[in-house]
């Protein structure tokens, strides 16, 4: 984990301000303790992509939230659609044929 210093240092062009607009909408959701707050590689990896939408792409900040539960909810569908794949392939072959004919496809999604 990471402090602020830290994390500013790594983007230099983050404002202060916008980082606690975006704790404060819970778009960064970083630990805290008496010194402040603390940043875990996944919300570094989360401050890198709002940067990225906001800096470098011009997103407004109102926006930002949406496009981000957007993001998560594409992760999680990805997620749940390789754990569904990995249960398909447990499967006896007559039942992996079946739920690819199915499917109407010769292979399954999420199997790549």
Do not use: K
Not at 77 to 102: D, M, N, S, W
């Amino acid at each position: 984990m990471i402090r602020e210093t830290e994390l500013f240092a790594q983007f230099v062009y983050l404002e202060r301000q916008v980082l606690l607009t975006w704790i404060d909408e819970g778009v960064i959701a970083p630990h805290s303790d008496d010194q402040g707050y603390l940043f875990d590689r996944l919300d570094e990896a989360r401050v890198a992509l709002a940067c990225d939408l906001h800096y470098r792409m011009g997103l407004e900040h109102a926006s930002l939230p949406f496009i981000l539960s957007l993001i998560d909810q594409l992760h999680d569908a990805r997620h749940h659609l390789r754990a569904l794949a990995r249960a398909v392939e447990g499967q006896p072959e007559t039942v992996r044929q079946e739920i690819t004919r199915l499917l109407g496809g010769d292979r399954i999604p999420g199997n790549d």
